[in-house]
C-alpha cells in the first residue's frame, strides 16, 4: 500500500519539525521538500512593490516537483533506496500491496497547485498566528536573506492569499495548531496516520 501524506502549513509553521519527526519513527518513510524546487534568484520575478515574489506557486518548478512524487508512486522501493532511506525487511509471505510505504511531502504552498491536490490520501495544514510566525522568521536563515519589509509587504499577505484559495477548493484539510509544543503535535499526527493507516489495512 502507498500512501501520501500532506504537512503543509505557513511558512515556520514547524513543518519540517514535525516532518523530521516522522520520518524518524514511519516504517519504509520518504519525504519531498517543496523548498528544495524553489527556482534560482534571477528566475524570480520582481514585483511591483519592489520585492522578489518568493511567495507565489511560481517561484517554484513545480513540474518538477510532480515528478519527484511521480517517480515515488511508480517505484517506492526505488526511490527510497536511491534516497538512502532504509526499507523494514519483507516477510517472505508478503504481497507487494501489504507493504506499507509512506511519502510525506511538506511545504508552504502544496495546496494550490492542482495537478498534485489528488496525489494526497492525507492532508495536514499548520498555523500559527500572525507574532508567533513573524517572529521565528526573524531569526530564519533561507539561502536567500529576506530584505527589510518582506514579511509584512510579502510573505503574510501572500499566506493569506492562498489560504483563502485553500479554503474555497474545497480540499479535505485537518488543520494543526503550530503552537502546540513539537512533542504534542507530532503524538497527535503519528497517532491519526497509525488510525489512518489501520482502517484501510
Ligand atoms: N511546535 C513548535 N513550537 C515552537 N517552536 C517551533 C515548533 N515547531 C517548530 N518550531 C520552531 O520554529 C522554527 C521554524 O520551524 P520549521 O519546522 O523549520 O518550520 P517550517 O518548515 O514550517 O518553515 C524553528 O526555529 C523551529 O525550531
Ligand atoms: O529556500 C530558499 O531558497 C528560499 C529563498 C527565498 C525565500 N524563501 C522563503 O521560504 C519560505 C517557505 O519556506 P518555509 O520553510 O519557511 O515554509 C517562503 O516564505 C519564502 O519567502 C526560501
Request: hydrophobic residues 35%; charged residues 25%.
Amino acid at each position: 500500500m502507498k500512501y501520501i501524506i500532506g504537512i503543509g502549513g505557513v511558512t515556520n509553521g514547524g513543518k519540517t519539525t514535525l516532518t523530521n519527526k516522522l520520518i524518524k519513527t514511519l516504517p519504509n518513510c520518504c519525504v519531498v521538500h517543496q523548498d528544495d524546487f524553489f527556482k534560482k534568484p534571477d528566475h524570480i520575478q520582481v514585483g511591483e512593490d519592489g520585492f522578489k515574489q518568493w511567495d507565489v506557486i511560481t517561484a517554484l518548478d513545480m513540474e518538477a516537483m510532480t515528478n519527484t512524487i511521480k517517480g515515488w508512486m511508480e517505484n517506492p522501493v526505488k526511490f527510497a533506496r536511491s534516497h538512502g532511506v532504509a526499507l523494514s525487511p519483507v516477510p517472505a509471505v508478503a504481497s507487494s500491496e501489504e507493504q506499507v510505504h509512506i511519502l510525506i511531502v511538506e511545504g508552504f504552498l502544496l495546496y494550490n497547485y492542482a495537478p498534485l491536490l489528488e496525489a494526497f490520501d492525507k492532508c495536514y495544514y499548520i498555523s500559527i498566528p500572525y507574532e508567533d510566525c513573524k517572529r521565528r522568521r526573524s531569526t530564519r536563515q533561507y539561502t536567500v536573506p529576506d530584505p527589510p519589509g518582506l514579511f509584512d509587504g510579502h510573505v503574510w499577505p501572500m499566506y493569506q492569499k492562498h489560504r483563502r484559495q485553500m479554503e474555497d477548493s474545497g480540499l479535505n484539510i485537518e488543520y494543526l495548531d503550530g503552537v502546540k509544543s513539537k512533542e504534542d503535535l507530532y503524538n497527535q499526527v503519528y497517532q491519526d496516520i497509525q488510525n489512518n493507516l489501520l482502517n484501510r489495512l
